[in-house]
C-alpha cells in the first residue's frame, strides 16, 4: 500500500504560486458553509516521523479561519485521562457541528506504538482496530465528515529528513531522541502502520496515502482533497435534504416478555426492611471505602417507569456512602451544546474517576426509550444505538469499572396510585408532571421498547438487573444488596 506513495511526486514553485490561493479561497467558502449546515469536519494528520505533520497543521490554520478549529495534539495521555478508558480523551475533545478539529496524533497512535514494541499481541491490535472502525462509523452516522492523512516516508527519505532538520541549527529543535528511536524501527512501523491503515480505510472514512518529500506537493495535496471532500459533502446534503421526522409507529408488547414475567408482588416487612437497610448501608459504606482505596470505579444505572421510585432508590443508596466519593448526574433533555455532539457525547464527558462512584439518574438509554417512543430521533439512529451503548459499556468494563444497570418496574394499577398521591400530598406534587401522563398513554409502546432494550443489551459483562418495585422497601433492599454482593465479588475476584 505505500509503495504507492513512493513515486517521487513534485510540484513546482510557480504551479503552486498558481493553484494555492484558489485552493486556499475554496476552503474558507466550503469552512462557511460547513459551519451553516452544522457539519462538524474531523482531521486526523498521521504519518512518519519528519514528514512535514507540524507544517501540515500550521498551514491548514493558517488557510483557513482558525477561530472555527480546535488543533488537539495528542501527547501520552496524562494523569486525568489514565483514569478513564482510551477513548475518553477523545470524545471530549471532538468538534461540535459545524466546527473542525485536527487530530495531531489521534486514536491510531497508542495502538500502533504498543504493537510497534510488543506491549500488545497481534490478536488485541485487530481488537484496537475493529474498535475504531465502530468508532469512526459511529462519528459517520452522526453527521461528522472525516478525513485521514497518512504521510509517508521511504526509510531514505526519513533519515535525510531528519538528519536535514538536525543539521540546520534553526530546526534541529524538531528532531528528538524519540525521533531517532522510532526510525530505528522503521520497518516494524511500516508494516504495522501500513495493516492499521488496510483495515481502517472503509467507505465512509478512507485513509488519504501522501508522499510527503516535496513539501509544495504535499500541501497542495492534501488541502485539495479536504477542498473536494467538503464540497461533495455540501453537495449530499443539499441532495438528500436531512428528511422530517416522522411520528413513530407504537409497537404493542409481546404477550410473554420479561416485564411481564416478574413477580410484582414481591414485598419485604417493615422491621425486616429497617434491619436489612441498616445492615446493607453499613456494608455499602465499607465496600465503597475500600473502592476508593484500591483506585478502582463504579458506574450506577437507574432507569424505570415513571414513578417506580428511581429518586427514593438513590437516597438510599447514597445515605451508606462518604459524600465525597460519589456524584449524581440526572439526566434530562441534551443541552444545545450537547445537540451538538454525537449522542454519546454527554456521557461519556460523566465517567467516574478512579476511587470514584457515578450514579445516573436516567441514562444513555433515552435514545432507545423515550426518543424512540416520542420520535425525538430517527428509526434509524436508535436502531443502531444498541450497538453503539453494547460498544459503549463494553469498554466501561474492560477499563475496569463497576457497571450495574437496574431497571425498576411496577404495575400500570401500582403507577396510577402513584400518580394520585403525588398530585394530593403537597411535597410530592413537583413530582408529576404533564409529561408523565402522555408517556403512561403509552404505556403498552414504552414496555415494548423495554423488552427490546433488555433483550440487547443486557450482556454478560453488563446486565440489566429487573426491580419489582411495586413495594418500594422490597426494591431498595434489593438494590442495596445486589450492590454490595457485587463489591465483594469483585474484591474477591
Known amino acids: 500500500m505505500f509503495e504507492t506513495a513512493e513515486i517521487g511526486n513534485k510540484i513546482d ?27 462538524p469536519v474531523i482531521i486526523l494528520i498521521g504519518g512518519n516521523e519528519g514528514a512535514g505533520k507540524g507544517e501540515l497543521v500550521n498551514l491548514i490554520n493558517e488557510w483557513m479561519d482558525a477561530r472555527g478549529i480546535q488543533t488537539h495534539a495528542m501527547w501520552s495521555p496524562s494523569d486525568e485521562e489514565k483514569e478513564h478508558p482510551r477513548f475518553w480523551r477523545f470524545w471530549r475533545i471532538l468538534p461540535p457541528k459545524g466546527k473542525i ?19 500488545i499481541q497481534n490478536d488485541e491490535f485487530t481488537c484496537e482496530l475493529e474498535r475504531i472502525r465502530e468508532f469512526e462509523k459511529m462519528l459517520v452516522d452522526e ?42 524501527k522503521y520497518d516494524r512501523f511500516r508494516k504495522i502502520s501500513e495493516q492499521a491503515v488496510k483495515e481502517t480505510s472503509t467507505g465512509e472514512s478512507p485513509w488519504h496515502i501522501i508522499e510527503a518529500v516535496d513539501k509544495r506537493y504535499r500541501h497542495l495535496t492534501v488541502t485539495k482533497l479536504m477542498l473536494q471532500g467538503m464540497r461533495d459533502r455540501l453537495k449530499m446534503a443539499k441532495e438528500t435534504q436531512a428528511a422530517p421526522l416522522t411520528r413513530p409507529s407504537l409497537s404493542k408488547p409481546r404477550k410473554l416478555n420479561v ?10 416487612a417493615q422491621k425486616a426492611f429497617e434491619t436489612s437497610l441498616l445492615k446493607y448501608q453499613g456494608k455499602l459504606n465499607v465496600l465503597s471505602r475500600k473502592l476508593h482505596q484500591e ?76 426518543e424512540r417512543i416520542e420520535g425525538f430521533c430517527r428509526e434509524s439512529d436508535w436502531k443502531r444505538a444498541y450497538n453503539e451503548i453494547n460498544e459503549f459499556e463494553d469498554q466501561l468494563t474492560e477499563f475496569g469499572i463497576i457497571l450495574l444497570k437496574f431497571w425498576l418496574s411496577i404495575s400500570k394499577e401500582e403507577q396510577m396510585r402513584r400518580f ?38 443486557s450482556t454478560k459483562t453488563s446486565p440489566w438487573i429487573l426491580v419489582e418495585a411495586n413495594d418500594k422497601k422490597y426494591a431498595r433492599i434489593k438494590i442495596l444488596k445486589t450492590i454490595c454482593d457485587r463489591l465483594e465479588k469483585e474484591k474477591h475476584s
Open 101 to 119: 478539529g485536527i487530530f495531531f496524533g489521534s486514536w491510531y497512535t497508542e495502538p500502533i506504538i504498543d504493537r510497534v514494541y510488543r506491549k
Open 143 to 184: 453527521g461528522a465528515l472525516i478525513f485521514k492523512f497518512w504521510l509517508h516516508l521511504s526509510k531514505k527519505a526519513q533519515k535525510e529528513r531528519l538528519m536535514e532538520l538536525q543539521s540546520d541549527p534553526l530546526t534541529a529543535w524538531k528532531v528528538t531522541k524519540l525521533d531517532w528511536k522510532y526510525f530505528k
Open 420 to 457: 394520585k398521591e403525588r398530585e394530593t400530598i403537597p411535597y410530592k406534587q413537583y413530582k408529576i408532571t404533564e409529561e408523565d401522563w402522555r408517556n403512561r398513554e403509552k404505556w403498552d409502546a414504552y414496555e415494548a421498547a423495554v423488552c427490546d432494550l433488555v433483550e440487547q443489551t
Open 295 to 370: 483506585h478502582e470505579s463504579m458506574a450506577l444505572v437507574f432507569e424505570g417507569n415513571d414513578a417506580a421510585g428511581k429518586g427514593g432508590s438513590i437516597r438510599r443508596t447514597i445515605q451508606g456512602m462518604d459524600a465525597r466519593l460519589y456524584e449524581i448526574i440526572q439526566i434530562a433533555a441534551p443541552t444545545e451544546e450537547e445537540r451538538a455532539q454525537p449522542y454519546l457525547w454527554r456521557f461519556w464527558r460523566q465517567l467516574p474517576r478512579l476511587g470514584k462512584v457515578t450514579i445516573f439518574d436516567r441514562s444513555w438509554y433515552g435514545r432507545v426509550l423515550v
Open 13 to 39: 514553485k510557480e504551479t503552486f504560486a498558481k493553484e494555492a490561493p484558489l485552493v486556499r479561497e475554496g476552503l474558507l467558502a466550503a469552512q462557511r458553509e460547513m459551519l451553516n449546515a452544522k457539519v
Open 259 to 268: 416485564i411481564s414475567q416478574l413477580d410484582l408482588t414481591k414485598s419485604i
